[in-house]
């Protein structure tokens, strides 16, 4: 059975829609697995010797031991952002005699082989042999070790799921796990209660007693059982049904109005944003990301105007890059509709021009305080913000006419990469990488106020031109308009 269900899922990529696309962001993958395996297998050889160079007091199996919870925790988090679990159509298996077991053992195991448990192996095998042959424990005590490590890791991966299933539709609902470990985490460095020495006591016995790697063992196999019962449970095409009734959100953002002909679709826009889980996301984002001056600023490592361009881009920018790269695949669900009505091209993507624009001149305002940092600061993030109105804005909309994949926005955005194609990766080069060259080439032959004023002057020039830029990719989209509704249609990710 678990052959055929490979076999299902071999022909459901090849017959994707979006086949490359998916192959494309295969080969990246393996690109990045190739190269974590290797520097983890590097860490892994150079971790004994390392230790022994610089703790040559302390025994390297109890110093890693002590540093493990911590890992965990941080692996827990990673995984939970960042790896994407192995899902089945279960649509077309109901009405056939398979038994929900197996359908549910098969993305378990499947989890199992994950890349994310494969790759601290790279440091646990390579150092538990140093272990075996420069240490003072036996052979048997170490193997223990191993495998208690191995099954710690399965565990992280069905704790993961667990988290998965009942926290991606509702983060906030993570806010006490999130402050019981800030909480753990400051009793730690206070020494109040140091819970990464207790649980290195607890590793350093289970050493001394390998027989007790039955306990770790033992856990990951509940925890797998707990998996497969939550799955089995919900093994319905109407498991995901909200049960709770609530109240509907009548809000009509009525001060839209004001922008008359544009009103309707920068209403429609909001709505969508207000009322979805993925457009939303983009918004807490924005804020998050706004802190990522504070990692940059008072870094000398970085103190060098056009990497603050590349800075100032990216922070005021960061909704417009994250909302605007995916229009308007954020409508595919009624594009065709959209498109047979007498709606005029031009004003559907000027409210969209608006809404972008907008938020750049939110987010521009919220990074003033970064003049605590300095005045070029300042001047750079206003720049930054200008080009990224008068020229940015307009080339997310022409690109946006190449975007054909269809997006969910119920989804979680977490390592999702629906409605993701080669336009959202061509883009970012302009987006970024253009303005940064044109500072550093006019900061470099004549002066950083030349520098400045050459980016300014090119958003001044891309707001007068912005009429005529409009109706240019307005036609642009009524050219590929039954394209884009024909590939809205398909269901491959």
């Known amino acids: 059975m678990f052959k055929r269900f490979l076999w299902l899922e071999w022909k459901s990529f090849f017959r994707s829609a979006s086949v490359g696309k998916s192959i494309g962001l295969k080969v990246l993958l393996i690109f990045l697995a190739l190269y974590f395996s290797v520097a983890f297998l590097a860490l892994g050889i150079g971790l004994y010797p390392l230790l022994q160079e610089y703790f040559p007091d302390q025994d390297p199996l109890q110093?890693?031991?002590?540093?493990?919870?911590?890992?965990?925790?941080?692996e827990l988090g990673f995984r939970f952002f960042i790896q994407t679990l192995p899902v089945l159509d279960i649509k077309p298996l109901l009405n056939l005699p398979i038994p929900r077991r197996k359908a549910v053992n098969f993305v378990l195991s499947k989890s199992m082989y994950s890349f994310f448990n494969f790759l601290p192996l790279f440091i646990i095998i390579p150092?538990?042999?140093?272990?075996?042959?420069?240490?003072?424990?036996?052979?048997?005590?170490?193997?223990?070790?191993?495998?208690?490590?191995?099954?710690?890791?399965q565990c992280v991966n069905?704790?993961?799921f667990i988290f998965k299933k009942k926290f991606t539709d509702d983060l906030k609902a993570l806010i006490p796990a999130i402050l019981?470990?800030?909480?753990?985490?400051?009793?730690?460095?206070?020494?109040?209660?140091?819970?990464?020495?207790?649980?290195?006591?607890?590793?350093?016995?289970?050493?001394?007693?390998?027989?007790?790697?039955?306990?770790?063992?033992?856990?990951?196999?509940?925890?797998?059982?707990?998996?497969?019962?939550?799955?089995?449970?919900?093994?319905?095409?109407?498991?995901?049904?909200?049960?709770?009734?609530?109240d509907a959100d009548t809000?009509?953002?009525?001060?839209?109005?004001?922008?008359?002909?544009?009103?309707?679709f920068?209403?429609?826009?909001?709505k969508l944003i207000w009322r979805n889980k993925r457009p939303k996301t983009t918004i807490y984002m924005s804020f998050i990301l706004l802190g990522y001056g504070l990692f940059v600023y008072p870094s000398e490592m970085y103190s060098h105007s056009t990497f603050y361009v590349f800075v100032g881009i990216f922070m005021t920018g960061i909704f417009m890059i994250n909302f605007g790269q995916f229009i308007p695949s954020w409508d595919a669900s009624y594009y065709s509709m959209i498109m047979s009505q007498n709606i005029p091209m031009k004003d559907y993507l000027s409210s969209k021009a608006l809404l972008l624009s907008f938020s750049v001149i939110i987010l521009a305002i919220?990074?003033?305080?970064?003049?605590?940092?300095?005045?070029?600061?300042?001047?750079?993030?206003?720049?930054?913000?200008?080009?990224?109105?008068?020229?940015?804005?307009?080339i997310l909309l022409y690109s946006g006419s190449f975007n054909k994949k269809k997006i969910d926005l119920d989804k979680s955005p977490f390592m999702n990469y629906q409605g993701t194609g080669a336009a959202q990766w061509l883009v970012s080069i302009p987006l970024m990488v253009v303005p940064v060259l044109i500072f550093w080439l006019l900061e470099f032959f004549i002066s950083f106020e030349a520098a400045l004023i050459g980016l300014a002057s090119l958003g001044v020039l891309g707001l007068v031109l912005r009429a005529s830029l409009m109706e240019y990719i307005a036609g642009v989209y009524r050219k590929r308009k039954y394209a884009m509704i024909n590939g809205f249609k398909q269901t491959g990710e």
């Open 63 to 74: 110093l890693v031991n002590r540093f493990v919870l911590l890992w965990l925790v941080f």
């Open 127 to 153: 150092f538990g042999i140093f272990c075996i042959y420069k240490a003072d424990y036996g052979t048997w005590n170490l193997i223990g070790w191993v495998l208690a490590m191995i099954a710690i890791t």
């Open 158 to 160: 069905f704790l993961n």
């Open 180 to 246: 019981s470990v800030l909480v753990l985490a400051a009793l730690e460095y206070f020494k109040v209660f140091e819970i990464s020495f207790w649980f290195g006591k607890m590793l350093d016995f289970l050493v001394l007693n390998p027989y007790l790697v039955i306990i770790p063992i033992v856990l990951a196999v509940v925890l797998f059982k707990w998996n497969q019962h939550n799955l089995e449970s919900k093994f319905y095409l109407d498991a995901g049904l909200k049960q709770k009734q609530k």
């Open 251 to 264: 809000k009509d953002f009525g001060w839209t109005r004001k922008f008359g002909t544009l009103a309707p």
């Open 266 to 270: 920068l209403q429609q826009d909001l």
């Open 366 to 394: 919220l990074t003033t305080p970064y003049i605590y940092f300095g005045w070029n600061i300042l001047l750079i993030n206003m720049v930054a913000a200008l080009y990224n109105i008068g020229v940015n804005v307009p």
